[in-house]
């Protein structure tokens, strides 16, 4: 079974992503520059599929395996 994405939160550092398997990954913002500089609107607009997490006004896109492994940046794409 592949583990995907169930939800998605933040606070001011970190992204919280909630998996299907029950683990909760915190990653920080600062991985991602594109998130840690959108709004707040802009951060909930995310789409939970299960392939990974996507921004549409953002252009960004973050697959599950990747923040697993511990990739950020342009390495999570």
């Given at each position: ?5 169930t ?25 991602f ?35 697993l ?9």
């Amino acid at each position: 079974m592949t583990t995907s994405a169930t939800d998605v939160r933040f606070d001011e550092a970190n992204m919280w992503v909630s998996l299907s398997d029950g683990r909760t990954l915190g990653v920080p913002l600062t991985w991602f520059p594109r998130l840690l500089s959108a709004s707040p609107e802009q951060l909930s607009a995310v789409e939970v599929s299960p392939f990974g997490l996507h921004w549409e006004a953002l252009d960004e896109d973050i697959s599950v395996p990747a923040l697993l492994a511990g990739h950020g940046g342009e390495e999570a794409a």
